[in-house]
């Protein structure tokens, strides 16, 4: 194995680990994002900038979205608006059931579909079915960004 394949390994191994560890994610599970705090001001401010993107496209209703790396779900309420259907593919199974909770009424209507994968493998989604994909805050941990670019070429 070369020494940069064993590296890659290792760092998505991390990764996983990371971001499955529950005592780690558990503060993600009621987390309020509030303009009151400095942290939280900066992801609503990236958050209202991806609003503003879907706001400018005038998707028609039927639209789909694929956010990848949804986290526990506290964005995804904002972006179903713009769709009729809302998928998302999160390394993290803690963070799903979070996203899962946070958005049961969608969940349960079909409307929204969590999931938990890699975003740098096949994605579980048919080709060409997605008109959106929203990556905020993902790509430091990716690896291979070609694999995920192809993917999300091939789903949009």
Known sequence: MKKKDSKSINFKKEIFNLWNNKKYVKKYNNFKYTSKDQNTYYL??????VLKYLKKLNLPNNSSILELG??????????????KKFYGIEISKPL???AKKKNIKQVNKGKAKFTVGSIEEKFKIKSNSIDVVIIVGVLQYVISPKKCFDECKRVL
């Open 70 to 83: 949804y986290g526990a779900g506290q964005n995804a309420k904002y972006f179903m608006k713009f769709c």
């Open 44 to 49: 609503n401010g990236r958050r209202d900038i």
């Open 96 to 98: 799903m059931t979070f």
